[in-house]
């Protein structure tokens, strides 16, 4: 009897052990390593993240969906050149629009921009005086739809996306990712295709551009010592069918050059006129959740990151699905986002990168 007696009060003691330790393991404190680029001696930002991994590690290995907004929210929106006369800060995109434009006298850029092309041989000046016109804040109030990608589509078009490819990478070695990728959030996205999670980026932008850009991080920026990212998002050169980047992008003619035609198959199963109506902004991008990423996926989107009012229709979207927990991010928020944030105190950090 005694020694059952020992043995019973060894064993009552083993589980108060573990009673004490499992919380403590299933929520452990982030690992430096895990997120090398976050300033652990910010008090406030750390204890975000530490609501951030908690989250991370109770859903990981469910394949479960995160969704990403592009510019501003993964990557600076706020670039500048004084050699290139860029002086009003903007998103990659368009930098690289006036880049190109200062190099149309390199051959290699000879079949850049044909639609510009004119017989008064002010191609250049063309180009230029369109992206002031398109990228002007009257145009962009009045034309935040199908128009505005159109108009912004002409300047890829009549080239292949091999051809976009080798451009974007010389606009890269003027305008390092390394400068301008917000890499704490970088970190997050990583952490959170090591536990499991099916990771899609929703941009209004290109996703040509984007998958370019995401290609370039991976060859050129290390996660931690040892290891590059590797996100498992895209290929290098976009492929719409299968790459886990939507926005707003344009249909591939017969012989593979960019049109302006709007690609549309992120709407197809969006109901009424809204496939027809719609771009890959503002509710366009709770559209391309619900009907199109995840139907593809077939899980919920459950964690989701956005910057500025364009994302404020996905962050509603899946902070009020009560179906699952959610949890999203304000990236340096502004606009319609940032009144969010009141809202769902809880749910919403607010997060600032740069």
């Given at each position: 009897?005694?020694?059952?007696?020992?043995?019973?009060?060894?064993?009552?003691?083993?589980?108060?052990?573990?009673?004490?330790?499992?919380?403590?393991?299933?929520?452990?404190?982030?690992?430096?390593?895990?997120?090398?680029?976050?300033?652990?001696?910010?008090?406030?930002?750390?204890?975000?993240?530490?609501?951030?991994?908690?989250?991370?590690?109770?859903?990981?290995?469910?394949?479960?969906?995160?969704?990403?907004?592009?510019?501003?929210?993964?990557?600076?929106?706020?670039?500048?050149?004084?050699?290139?006369?860029?002086?009003?800060?903007?998103?990659?995109?368009?930098?690289?629009?006036?880049?190109?434009?200062?190099?149309?006298?390199?051959?290699?850029?000879?079949?850049?921009?044909?639609?510009?092309?004119?017989?008064?041989?002010?191609?250049?000046?063309?180009?230029?005086?369109?992206?002031?016109?398109?990228?002007?804040?009257?145009?962009?109030?009045?034309?935040?739809?199908?128009?505005?990608?159109?108009?912004?589509?002409?300047?890829?078009?009549?080239?292949?996306?091999?051809?976009?490819?080798?451009?974007?990478?010389?606009?890269?070695?003027?305008?390092?990712?390394?400068?301008?990728?917000?890499?704490?959030?970088?970190?997050?996205?990583?952490?959170?295709?090591?536990?499991?999670?099916?990771?899609?980026?929703?941009?209004?932008?290109?996703?040509?551009?984007?998958?370019?850009?995401?290609?370039?991080?991976?060859?050129?920026?290390?996660?931690?010592?040892?290891?590059?990212?590797?996100?498992?998002?895209?290929?290098?050169?976009?492929?719409?069918?299968?790459?886990?980047?939507?926005?707003?992008?344009?249909?591939?003619?017969p012989d593979g050059k960019f049109t302006v035609v709007?690609?549309?198959?992120?709407?197809?199963?969006?109901?009424?006129?809204?496939?027809?109506?719609?771009?890959?902004?503002?509710?366009?991008?709770?559209?391309?959740?619900?009907?199109?990423?995840?139907?593809?996926?077939?899980?919920?989107?459950?964690?989701?990151?956005?910057?500025?009012?364009?994302?404020?229709?996905?962050?509603?979207?899946?902070l009020d699905d009560s179906s699952h927990s959610a949890?999203?991010?304000?990236?340096?928020?502004?606009?319609?986002?940032?009144?969010?944030?009141?809202?769902?105190?809880?749910?919403?950090l607010s997060i600032h990168v740069g």
């Amino acid at each position: 009897m005694k020694i059952y007696n020992q043995l019973q009060q060894k064993f009552i003691a083993s589980l108060i052990i573990i009673a004490l330790v499992m919380p403590m393991v299933a929520f452990a404190l982030p690992k430096a390593q895990d997120y090398p680029h976050w300033n652990v001696n910010n008090k406030q930002q750390y204890a975000k993240l530490v609501q951030i991994d908690k989250f991370i590690v109770a859903n990981k290995n469910r394949g479960y969906v995160a969704v990403f907004d592009w510019d501003g929210t993964l990557y600076s929106e706020q670039i500048t050149s004084k050699h290139y006369r860029i002086t009003k800060p903007a998103p990659a995109e368009e930098v690289w629009q006036l880049w190109l434009a200062a190099h149309l006298n390199s051959q290699k850029y000879q079949n850049f921009f044909p639609l510009y092309k004119t017989a008064d041989g002010k191609q250049q000046q063309n180009v230029i005086e369109a992206h002031n016109f398109i990228y002007s804040t009257n145009n962009l109030t009045r034309n935040h739809d199908r128009v505005l990608t159109h108009q912004i589509a002409t300047f890829t078009a009549g080239i292949t996306p091999e051809q976009l490819q080798g451009s974007i990478n010389a606009y890269l070695a003027d305008f390092s990712v390394s400068k301008y990728a917000f890499l704490p959030m970088l970190d997050i996205m990583q952490r959170l295709v090591d536990n499991g999670f099916q990771v899609w980026i929703v941009t209004a932008g290109d996703p040509y551009f984007v998958a370019a850009f995401l290609a370039k991080i991976e060859q050129n920026i290390a996660y931690r010592p040892g290891q590059k990212y590797n996100f498992h998002i895209a290929h290098k050169i976009y492929n719409p069918a299968v790459d886990h980047i939507v926005g707003d992008g344009v249909k591939l003619s017969p012989d593979g050059k960019f049109t302006v035609v709007y690609e549309d198959r992120f709407m197809q199963d969006a109901p009424g006129e809204a496939k027809a109506l719609y771009v890959s902004d503002g509710i366009g991008k709770k559209m391309e959740i619900k009907y199109y990423i995840e139907q593809h996926a077939e899980k919920p989107v459950v964690f989701c990151a956005g910057n500025s009012g364009g994302d404020m229709a996905m962050v509603q979207y899946v902070l009020d699905d009560s179906s699952h927990s959610a949890m999203c991010l304000a990236v340096n928020p502004r606009g319609g986002l940032e009144k969010l944030l009141t809202q769902y105190s809880k749910r919403l950090l607010s997060i600032h990168v740069g």
